[in-house]
């Protein structure tokens, strides 16, 4: 939040001046102290990203860093985004598309670190990034998917070990790509509590959609091609056959990618990413606090 602290000039005496400056020093205080605090309330936020009172909810001051756990034999590196107030939070695990985790993914992570949330995301593709739609592309294709859904699963032992998380729940969140990657590891691994899935372009069988226990989330635009309605249909589907709790949302005229890397900034993109980011966060918060 930003505070203006105006200059005052009084002309009444030193010691008045004095005890105006004075009064202005403690202001000044009280204000970066209420800055530090954690804003996690559970005042309900409108579409337009305000809270019923007509504030704006506050950002956390976060910090962010390199971060790498272990899986199998393999350290898999990543980027990780915390609250710097400290104290033990929800954690999300942020699953990349098939860019990889560039700077867009790095973006994303620090948004939602700025909700509240311990926000981890692995780097599935060993620090290489990728532009072009056919590198993009042929690197998606040639995943080796077990081993990736590993690296995702393998990540919540870490960051159970980090004082910043400890006990609390963990959700999974995975755009394109990484949303079907993200579906992969809600069913194989009961260590996710709650799934947060972007435009998943990674499609899974069915039946192996079976074993997720935790509820799920979804975003999608209505213009968007790779994960078009019929694939949203077909998925709607599945969980309804296998009896899953799930909330879809919709974003009118926005296509693939709005959130994790927008391929413009028109007013449908620009206006699904803020919506979805305000849905996502206090969807989280009421699953997993």
């Not at 602290?5 to 102290?33: D, L, P, S, Y």
């Not at 867009?104 to 990728?130: H, I, M, N, Y």
């Not at 005229?253 to 890397?261: D, M, R, T």
């Amino acid at each position: 939040m930003d505070f203006a602290h105006r200059r005052v000039i009084v002309t009444c005496g030193e010691g008045f001046t004095k005890e105006i400056q004075e009064m202005a020093r403690k202001q000044k205080g009280k204000a970066e102290e209420t800055q530090e605090k954690p804003a996690i309330s559970e005042s309900r936020v409108t579409e337009s990203g305000e809270t019923v009172e007509g504030k704006k909810r506050v950002a956390e001051r976060i910090v962010s860093m390199h971060a790498a756990h272990l899986s199998g034999q393999e350290v898999v590196d990543g980027f990780l985004s915390r609250p710097a107030a400290g104290g033990e939070r929800p954690a999300i695990v942020l699953v990349h598309g098939y860019r990889g985790l560039n700077d867009d993914q790095r973006a994303v992570t620090r948004r939602f670190a700025q909700e509240g949330f311990v926000c981890l995301s692995p780097d599935l593709f060993e620090g290489k990034t990728f532009r072009t739609p056919e590198e993009c592309a042929l690197r998606k294709t040639s995943l080796e998917i077990p081993r990736a859904v590993n690296k995702i699963i393998d990540s919540v032992p870490y960051l159970r070990q980090l004082p910043w998380v400890g006990n609390k729940k963990v959700a999974v969140l995975g755009f394109c790509m990484g949303g079907g990657l993200a579906l992969f590891a809600l069913a194989q691994s009961k260590a996710f509590d709650a799934g947060v899935i972007y435009y998943q372009s990674l499609f899974p069988d069915p039946e192996d959609l079976q074993g997720i226990t935790a509820p799920l989330l979804c975003h999608y635009g209505t213009d968007d091609h790779i994960t078009n309605t019929r694939e949203i249909a077909m998925f709607r589907d599945t969980l309804d056959k296998y009896k899953k709790k799930y909330e879809i949302e919709m974003y009118e005229g926005a296509g693939h990618s709005f959130l994790n890397n927008p391929p413009g900034k028109n007013a449908a993109i620009q206006d699904a990413a803020a919506k979805s980011v305000i849905k996502t966060s206090e969807w989280l918060r009421r699953v997993l606090l």
